[in-house]
């Protein structure tokens, strides 16, 4: 059973459409209780699942037919000449980031609900590294420094996944 919490409310990062969000949008974190997974939508649950099972086994083709053909957010910048698994490939070479792994990683910590949508991970409600507990910044650790996650003023920059309520893959994302 998952415990959810109301943290308040969000107003950064766009959610989808392109852009900031208009209006603030209330924000649920929801923590596992210790040996439980958390309770999610059965499409969440089922796309969260083939997700991680491709990322852990470090698979890019069993992320393809994941990947909505429109509405899917995976850079800031403009398209990436064979999408996402292609931008995700060259940022491994070129950058030694390992998108699968942190894909892993996300999927395996604690969802906040924002805007209707299921992100990974929780950090993505929380505006500065200073509102995290020393538990929460053990969970973060493996993805990275704490000063690489969060920009002042801004919130959490890492990387984030999220998942519509029917299980469509709606982003995975680094950055603003």
């Known amino acids: 059973m998952a415990v959810g919490a109301l943290v308040g409310l969000a107003g950064g990062w766009w959610l989808g459409g ?82 699968l792994d942190l894909l892993a990683a996300i999927l395996r910590m604690p969802y906040v609900l924002a805007g209707g949508i299921y992100v990974w991970p929780w950090a993505y409600a929380v505006e500065s590294p200073e509102q995290l507990s020393d538990h929460g910044r053990s969970l973060l650790a493996p993805i990275g420094p704490l000063e690489r996650l969060f920009s002042p003023g801004t919130g959490y920059l890492g990387w984030r996944a999220g998942i519509y309520p029917d299980g469509r893959w709606a982003f995975f994302v680094a950055g603003d």
């Open 18 to 99: 392109g852009g900031e969000a208009s209006e603030p949008a209330t924000v649920t974190v929801t923590e596992t209780v210790p040996g439980q997974e958390p309770v999610l939508p059965l499409p969440v649950q089922e796309t969260r699942d083939a997700l991680l099972r491709a990322a852990e086994s470090a698979d890019y083709e069993a992320l393809r037919p994941l990947v909505p053909e429109k509405g899917f957010s995976y850079t800031f910048g403009g398209e990436v000449a064979g999408g996402p698994l292609a931008y995700w490939r060259r940022l491994e070479r070129t950058t030694g980031e390992r998108p």
